[in-house]
């Protein structure tokens, strides 16, 4: 995670976008009044909003606990895929 200032994040605004978006690094843009800001790859934000889901919805976040549970006693299946 990094810190930078308004001013220095816009001096350098594509620089900070390449370290969101190809490092997944998480900026957290100062402003001098507070209310601060950040700045994260698309990805990253997609993967936070999908694991908010899936926390919220105790169904799916026990079968995902259950899931793991069963991988780490070594009793999980492998499965070939089929193409369509």
């Known amino acids: ?3 930078a200032s308004y001013s220095a994040v816009r001096r350098k ?7 969101a978006a190809n490092d997944f690094e998480t900026i957290i843009i100062t402003r001098e009044r507070g209310d601060n800001v950040v700045m ?6 997609n993967n936070l909003l ?7 919805n105790p169904k799916y976040y026990n079968e995902l606990l259950k899931s793991i549970d069963q991988l780490k006693k070594g009793s999980g299946r492998k499965k070939e895929l089929l193409d369509e």
């Open 1 to 3: 995670m990094l810190a």
């Open 40 to 45: 994260l790859s698309e990805a990253e934000y």
């Open 50 to 56: 999908e694991n908010l889901y899936v926390r919220s």
């Open 13 to 19: 605004f594509k620089d900070y976008c390449d370290k």
